[in-house]
């Protein structure tokens, strides 16, 4: 009920163009509320999450240009899940202590391929941390939980978009780089096969954790920590990009 009277709402303030793509494409708002939903607390209610994305689609759909070289399903889906995800930092839910340790995981798993040349284990990154392999692997489903990014939505710093400055509202912004995008597909392609599987699945294929742990045949809380470590390896290769672009 509350979609359908938005949507009324929406019709009378666009213009006919406008409410025609708001109306068509309604659908995708709620298809992208759930993928979100699957990795949020319950305190987080599917309801707010769409109002917030019924927003970012009208925004969309008003600012929408062919020339902008996407189409408008691309375009504002990107808009719509960067509505919900500022809804959801208004909320403030994810603890500064998650933001922090997602911080030091980064940075540790960094350090450590650094010095070995090569991907960094669980186990040497716990090290790394002086935490034991299980309080690691909680850290990360921990991190996982406040890790609201889709990979292009990933900046130019190497930050995750739940960390960004208030001051950015454009949910476009770490897109604008074309170094930057190369610099983001070597990076995945030199995942680990099964973290880039993970990534692949989720965001390519729209498989939920529960539905990945199947395909792995391993737990959705592990999955849960794999999709969280791969997040954090790319954000550790990704962080001097600039640098490596000048060089």
Same mark, same amino acid.
């Given at each position: 009920? +509350? $979609? +359908? ?10 213009? %006919? ?30 309801? /707010? ?50 933001? &922090? %340790? ?11 391929? /650094? &010095? ?5 284990? /669980?186990?040497?990154?716990?090290? *790394?941390?002086?935490?034991? $392999? ?9 991190? %996982? ?9 990933? %900046? ?7 960390? *960004? ?6 949910? $476009? ?7 930057? &995008?190369?610099?983001? +597909?070597?990076?995945?392609? /030199? ?12 965001? =390519? *294929? *729209? ?6 742990? +199947? ?28 640098? =490596?672009?000048?060089?």
């Amino acid at each position: 009920m +509350a $979609l +359908a009277k938005n949507l009324g709402i929406y019709q009378k303030a666009g213009e %006919n163009s406008a409410s025609r793509l708001v109306e068509e494409h309604a659908p995708l708002v709620k298809k992208i509320a759930l993928h979100l939903m699957a990795r949020l607390p319950a305190s987080v209610q599917l309801d /707010d999450l769409m109002q917030a994305g019924m927003i970012g689609l009208l925004e969309a759909a008003q600012r929408y240009s062919s020339a902008k070289g996407a189409t408008f399903e691309t375009y504002a889906g990107i808009r719509v899940r960067g509505a919900m995800v500022d809804e959801i930092r208004k909320g403030d839910w994810v603890p500064r202590s998650v933001h &922090r %340790n997602a911080r030091h995981i980064s940075q540790a798993i960094k350090v450590v391929e /650094d &010095r070995c040349g090569r991907e960094a284990q /669980d186990h040497e990154v716990a090290e *790394e941390l002086g935490i034991g $392999l299980g309080e690691y692997h909680a850290s990360l489903s921990d991190a %996982n939980s406040g890790r609201l990014f889709s990979l292009d939505e990933l %900046n130019e710093s190497g930050d995750l978009p739940i960390e *960004e400055s208030e001051d950015s509202d454009n949910p $476009l912004d770490g897109i604008t780089s074309e170094a930057f &995008r190369r610099s983001l +597909a070597e990076a995945i392609g /030199d995942l680990p096969e099964r973290e880039k599987l993970v990534l692949s699945l989720y965001y =390519q *294929e *729209e498989l939920n954790l529960k539905e990945i742990g +199947a395909v792995l045949g391993v737990s959705e809380s592990r999955v849960s920590q794999i999709h969280s470590q791969a997040a954090l390896r790319l954000r550790g290769r990704l962080a001097g990009w600039h640098h =490596q672009s000048d060089a």
